[in-house]
Structures are given as C-alpha cells and as structure tokens.
C-alpha cells in the first residue's frame, strides 16, 4: 500500500511540474516604475505570455547591484495572460493605485532601491535560480519624470530593445494590473494634434481648423469623421449645438499613419476662443483619445504685434545681470500694466502691475536688477523694470512676452549660435520689422560699451552713419626719414548718401589712443558724395622724423552722424632707424599648386639699390630661418626673383626668366590652411613678412600681391592670379591688372535652390551694362562657405549676356538647348552650390572681394500657386531691387527654369510722367507667364513721405494692402501680383487704386486715386 501511494504521489509531482514548465519569454518585465513620488513607492510588473499559470513561490530577483531579493515563498499562481506587481511597500502602492484588484507582492528580505539616472539592470530568476527575463535600461528611455512608469509597448518584442518601451501615457501614470497605455489595440483611432492656421487670428479672418488623426491601433480604419465645434461656453463639452461640421475621411487610414482632416470659421469675437475635435470610429477600443481642445486668441489688427523683443542681454558679466528690451514699433503709447514674459521654463514672471507707459517708437528694459543695469549703462537713461527673473540659459534660450489679457505678443528662440554670447556683448535685433525667430535678423552688439539699452540697436542702419573704417599704410617697412602716407578708409553705413565731411589726422605722440588737439596734423575735406554702402579712401602723408613705434589716430567728422562710436580708428606701425640694404617685398606665393608645380615664393626689390641676396634668410610660422642662397644673387631695383622648392617651376612656365630663379631644395614647407612667409636680411632683421589665410586666395593658383606699395599682412591687398598659367612669376601679377567692379554691374537674376531629384541647383547672372566682365577669380558665396564661379583664365560675360552657374554637368539635360549656347549665354560648372530651400545668402564678388551683387532670398517668395519644388525664383527685371521678396516669384515655364533666357516673368518698368501709371493695363495673374505681374508707378509733390497704397473692388470692399505706411522718396514703383490677402487670385474686373502719402515734416496728405483692369486672355 506504501509503494502505490508513493507511486501515485511521484506521479502527481512529474505532472504538476510539466503545467508549471517555462521557456524564456513566458514570463516577462512589463512595467518599471522606477523614479516614482514619493521615492519609497517603486514596484515593477511581471507578465505571463502563455495560456497557463506558472506558480512564483521562491522566485527572486536583483538589480545592478549583487543582492537577490525573495519576491515570495508562497505558492502564488501568476494566471494565464495574467499580471503581478513587485513593490517596495504595498500600502503606498494601494495608495497611490486605489483601484488596483490583481496579485501584489512585497519581497521578504527588503529592496533595492533602482537608479533613476545613468543604466540600471533588471533581472527575475525563477526558483531553480535560471533567469526568467531581464532589462537593462536608462532614463532616456522612457518613464524618468512626472511620476510615470517605464511600459512595455510589446510583450512578445526583445526586452532589452529600446524601442520596444516608452513612458506610460495613462492618466495616472502607469497601468499596474492592466494593459499598458501604449500597447496598441486592434482599432484604435486617436485624435493626436489639434492645429489652426494661426494662434492670434484678426476678427472677420477666416481661420482654417486642422484635426490630426492617428491610427494607434494594429488594424486599418476604413470609415470614420471628425467633428469640429466651437465650445462658446469653454465647458470643453462638444454639444450640438457648438458643431461647426462633421468632415468625412477620405481613404482607409493604415497603421502607424495619420491624416489630417480640416474645417474653418470665420472668427466673429474678440478675446480667447476654445475649439474642439473629436474623431468618430464605430470600432475604437479606446475613446478616451477621441477628443481634443484647443485655443486661439482673436485680435484686432491694431493690438497685435504692438511691441516686438529686441535686445537680450543672456550672458553678461557678472550673471546676476540678465536683461532684455521691448520696443514699441507703434505709432501709440502701449501700457505695461500686468504683462508678463517667461522663458523656457514654466514660471510666468509678471512685468509690472504699475501703469506704466512704453511711447511710440520707445523702449524699456525688463532686468533682472535694475540697479545694476543702470550702473552698467549710466549714460542710457529710460524705462528700466526689476521683474521676477528665471534665468536665461548661456548656450540659448526661449523668451515669450504676453500682453495684459494673456496674449502671446512676441517671442523668440534663439541660440548661442546667434550671437551675444562672450566678452558681455549683447544679442541685438537688426530690423523690428523683419521675422523674430530669423537668425540672420540678430547679431551680436557691436557697440563699444556691448550693448545700447533703452537706444537704438547699433547693428540697425541709421539714416546718417559715416564709420573710419580702417588704417592703413602706404609702406610696410618704412624707415626714419621716409615720407608715409596714412590712409584712412571712411564707409558710408548709413542709408543715406552723405557729403560734406572730413577726415582729420593725429599723430598720437603718447600713445594714448586720444585725438588731442596739440596732435592734430590735418583736416582734409571730402571729395564728393559717399553713396550708402560705399567707402573711400583718404591719404595724409607724413615725413618720419622718429623711429620706433609709432601710433596715429584718424576721425571722420559728420555732422549729421547719428552714431559717432564708430567714427575714430588707431593703427600703429615699426619705424625702423633707416635701411641700408633696402627693402624687398614678398610679391607671390605659391603654396597650393597645380599639378606639375611645386611651392614658391617671388620677392620684389621695391628700392632704387641693387640688392645681393647672399645669406638671405626665408622661414615660414615656424621661424626656423633657412639660407636662400650662399651665392651672390643680385636682384635689380623694381625687379624679380623667385625662390623655388624644386626645378618644377620651369614645366609649368616656359617663358620663365629662369636668371631670376633660385631653385632651394630646402624650402620651407608652405601649409595651404594657412602659414607665415618671412624674408631676413643678411643682419637678420625681417626685410618682410606675410601671414596668409585660404580665404585671401591661392587656391590651385599663386595668391599674388595687387599694390607693392600696400600693406603686406593686409588680406584685401592679395588676390587670386587670374593669369592663363594661374601664376606669374618673374613677370608683373596679372591681378594688377584686373577691373574694380562696381556694385551691381553683374545682377543675379535667377535661383534654382530646390530642383527635382537628378537635376542640378544653379544662379543665373546677368550682365545690365555696356562693358564687357571678365568673372575669372570671381567668388560665390552662400551661408556654408564661398567657391570659384570660374575657373578659367578669360570668362567674359558681355553685355546683355547671361551667365548659368550650375553644380554640374546635368544643367544639360535639364535644359538641353544650353549644350550649344548661343551668343547671349555661357555656361560654367562649379561644383555643389548648397543653396538651402528655406532661404540662403547669394553673393557674388570680384577678384577683389568687392561684392557685386547679393541676394537674401526666401522660401516665401515663391508663388503659392505653384509647386515650389523643381522651380526657379525668378527676377521680375533685372533693374529692380534684389532683396525685395516683392520683385521675384516663381518661373512659370514648364520645365520651371529659364537659364540662359529672359525670365517667364520678366516685367518691363513704366516711369510714369504723370501721378500713377500702371503697365500693362489691362494685366492677367493666371500663371501662364504672359503679363501674370503691373508694376504701378507714381510720382509725388514732396520729396520723402510715408505711403499707403491699397486695392478696392467696385464697391468699395478693401481687397489688398500694397503699402502701409513705407518711407518713399518722390517717385517709386510697386510690382502687384492679382492676388488678394488671402492669396486668392483676384476677379476679373475694374479696381481702383487709392494712394495715400503723408510728409511728416509740413503734414501735407496727398491722395491720388487710379484704376487698374483684371483680365484673362480670350
């Protein structure tokens, strides 16, 4: 009897130990709740992947650290597809998780606390100590803030596959017991963003509403809606009568995708407007993503955008001294009481609940201790206001200003990248009217004191601003007794021509940097009117009667300067005792040859002595000194010679002077990103010495030196050889003999910035005068760095001729009849041009680095009517003003370029001679590219005014602002598209013109009125 029973009890064990077997994955970690509130309240969840109950007595487990813990004793079934929960303390996690019904288990033997930053591991092990399932895990991935668990998305997906986890979505922030939050469901339709067209629409604006759905579930949604509502009592309740519409879906939606569904309503009040979106799906499992609430604030147009951020101070010295500056770009005085900014964190600081006025056109500074920013700044008196400060980040920050109601008025994030970062320099607005958040409408402070609080930023264009922009020297080396010539560099940055100036000299005896009236040497007189952007040389020469160093002060006088911190600049220079051995210049350097050649150095003997070049000396950055020859070597004044690091030379130059050459095996190694080249006289003082950058030229060509009288280490005296040989030596530089261009004697009249896949970017240029341009040394530059456009040694564009700078060779496909380009058009291929689709900087300069033409264009200057891929930006006439988004537009052609051609869109310029004229008139914006664009011209009785232009149908109805309240001088024009402010092409039609212009000096209004006609082709 003993033996059956005992046979029937090993039975009874073998079968239950077969239900109970495990395989790797059927027990997994589901859910890690491991940085909970409070700290002593962290659990983790366990899951049975199989269809049978598997019993937890003696299983265990640890984390990074060697410690096991018994998670129980008892004989605890987890069920079939079932759930328990390990925790740290169960009474604070029946707490925090009253509703929880399932298996919890606190271990016997205490807990190891999990890490809440860096790598934790995981591990459970059953009760024969083999591992059941483990983790190793970070905070990045998932679950580390906010009192939100770290959940598994798949039960069957590796564990320790990150993307398999993510941060428990739930309401209360984790799913003990329960599915997960983000374990996706069979049909599961979520309404996931909702959006509007702008978040301060203007009343009577119609705002286009954006529902996102999402389809979280495994199953594609064949048929569902959305419906829209406006919640007028803010309740946050859809009811019936709050539906603005219901809009169908189009298409089934598949798994993982979204699609947006849109509605509109025209906006009837003011004040804050709370819309919602609930996405209808008779199959959804989860409703509870359904709904969406939103709001915008509705404005009028005279309270929105009223005070733009236009000074941050972020990382001043000493910290404690951030500020930032509002101006009001209104023509009213705006009230501070209860604003209120932020940055990026969530603490709102209010700016004052004080009356307190900011006038039109005026500042205030928002400062963290206004007792400190007004030490700082003791001469710039206005509004300073202490605040509530969060301190604003060094490497970049978020700041938002809103109004009294709540309303966003500005706000901008920005980046250390974007300037102001060192030496307590601010971060200065360039335009108030130009986009807050475009970095290249901010700058860093270029003020001398770092920054202009409660004054007009210094990096903004005033209407008078003469700078003394820099001194040079007409020597390098000059010697006591030597007559110098002090060349003063005066630009114009102002906007307005200027004249009557001068410039006056000091020679600076005690070095003190102060133009003292006992060191004036001269004052001396413009020589004409300085048009804006342009500068001009002004020379006072000056007999040497000390040696040493010597310092002078230059200061351009104006007296309509209206910023005069620019207006002094101090150069200093070695004056040597006198020279007996003369002075001999470095004139060429090869350094970054050619095939076939090899580096040099040509030197010039700009003295009227023969020189002998025996125990000479040349060194590079190193200053180790080589011998250049132990022969005697004798150079003739205003002649050459040329020191060569190998025989090579003479390959690449057959009409070298080869007597003039002095082959040195021994050369110092020139680097081509940049390197010093001096030259030493036989008693080891430095005859001359260069210190050369990639970006002064020589790149595959010799840099060589464009006046032997100029200043050596000055980068605008160097240039790219431009001769057939890309190298002059023993000869005089070709580059003397290059043109000075002027300011937009070459335009750029057409950019490719996104073509379609296979064909290439390109810039078109156009030459508008009577003279033929040789391009050759040309640079092109955008935001990422600058290039050759040619690399020949004659590329002439002649009047009226076209020139297509492309990436490459695939120009030819895309636009064949450029393979044999007829007389108006040449064709060179630069290599990958980088133009950005949103908007670049394209400029072009000649040899010697004088801009020709620049262009700042924007992904808005296309024609919303058409694609913008695959299309040019094209200039209405190569006349008109470049950075004027209103003068370019998409090419209509339809291959979507004109390379080489008059533009699709070419508008030909009516002056008109009496007060408005239009051309063409009739015109029709239907994008064939016949007449899609008028330019309307107009004259007027005063010499500077502020202008409005608008549109007005037949009836009186207000269908396009042209210009509103633009300064203009007495005549101008304006390029009008069709279009009306909502980008809709206008009807056909009569309309009128209305033109108000406003002198602010007499208060003479002049109104004139016009028509123009709105046709289509018969």
Known sequence: MKKKFLLGLGLLLFLRSLSYSQNPGDVVINEIMYAPTPAANEWFELYNNTAAPFNMANWKWKDATATLRIITTQNINLPANGFAVVCQDSTAFRTAFPGFTGILLQPSNGWSSLNNTGTENLVIFKADTTIADSIQFTNSWGGGSGNRSLERISSTAPTNQQSNWGT???????????????????????????????????????????????????????????????????????????????????????????????????????????????????????????????????????????????????????????????????????????????????????????????????????????????????????????????????????????????????????????????????????????????????????????????????????????????????????????????????????????????????????????????????????????????????????????AGLRQFIAVVNYSADEDTSNNKYTASIEVSGGSTAGRVIINEIMYDFPDGECEWVEIYNNTDSVVNLKNWKISDNSLTQVNITSNDFFVNPQSYAVISQSSAIFANHPSIDSSKVIIMSSFPSLNNAGDAVIIYKINGSVSDRVDYLPDWGGDNSSLERIDINGVSNDSSNWASSIACERSTPTIINSITSAVHYQRNDLVINEIMAAPLTGQPEYIELYNPTNQNINIAGWLYTETGGSKGLSDTCSAIIKPGMYAVIAADTNIYNAFPYLRTPDSTQRVFIAGSLGLNNEGDLVQIADVFKTVVDSVFYSDNWYNPNLPGSGRSLEKLNPGFNGNDGRNWSSCTFPNGGSPGLKNSIYTGSVISTGEITVSPNPFSPDGDGYEDFTVISYKLQNTVSQVRMKIFDVKGRLVKTIMNNQTSGSQGQVVFDGLDEEKRKLRLGIYIIFLEALNDQNGVVETIKSTLVVGAKL
Do not use: H
């Open 168 to 546: 428990s979505t739930a309401a209360l922030g984790a799913t003990p017991g329960l599915r997960n939050s983000i374990s996706p469901l069979a049909n599961d339709l979520a309404l996931n963003i909702l959006s509007f067209s702008t978040n301060n629409p203007v009343i009577g604006t119609n705002l286009q509403i954006t529902a996102n759905v999402k389809n979280r579930g495994t199953n594609a949604a064949n048929s569902f809606n959305v419906s829209f509502y406006d919640d007028y009592n803010d309740d946050g309740n859809p009811a019936p009568n709050e539906l603005i519409s219901t809009v169908n879906s189009s298409a089934p939606l598949s798994a993982g995708d979204s699609v947006n569904l849109n509605t509109s309503k025209i906006m009837d009040s003011l004040g804050v407007r709370q819309f919602i979106a609930v996405v209808n799906f008779s199959g959804d499992e989860d409703t509870s993503n359904n709904k969406r609430t939103g709001t915008v604030t509705v404005v009028n147009t005279s309270s929105f955008d009223s005070l733009v951020i236009n000074e941050i101070m972020y990382s001043p010295t000493p910290s404690s001294n951030e500020w930032f500056e509002i101006y009001n770009k209104t023509s009213n005085a705006v009230n501070l009481a209860n604003w209120k900014w932020k940055d990026a964190t969530a603490t709102v600081n209010t700016i004052t609940t004080q009356a307190i006025t900011i006038p039109a056109n005026g500042f205030a500074v928002i400062c963290q201790d206004s007792a400190a920013v007004k030490s700082a700044y003791p001469n710039n008196t206005g509004i300073y206001i202490q605040t509530g400060w969060s301190s604003l980040n060094n490497t970049g920050d978020n700041i938002v200003l809103f109004n009294s109601a709540g309303t966003v008025i500005d706000s901008i994030t920005f980046t250390s990248g974007w300037g102001g970062s060192t030496n307590n320099r601010s971060l200065e607005r360039i335009s108030y009217t130009a986009p807050t958040n475009q970095q290249s409408n901010w700058g860093t402070c270029i003020a001398v004191i770092g920054a202009t609080p409660n004054k007009i930023n210094s990096l903004v264009p005033k209407p008078n601003d003469l700078a003394l922009n820099k001194i040079t020297f007409s020597r390098t080396l000059p010697a006591l007794g030597d007559t110098l010539g002090i060349i003063a560099q005066v630009k114009n940055r102002g906007l307005n021509p200027a004249t009557l100036y001068t410039v006056s000299f000091y020679d600076d005896y005690n070095k003190d940097s102060i133009a003292a009236p006992n060191e004036l040497k001269a004052t001396i007189n413009s020589p004409g009117s300085l048009n804006t952007g342009d500068s001009v040389n002004i020379t006072y020469s000056q007999i040497l009667d000390s």
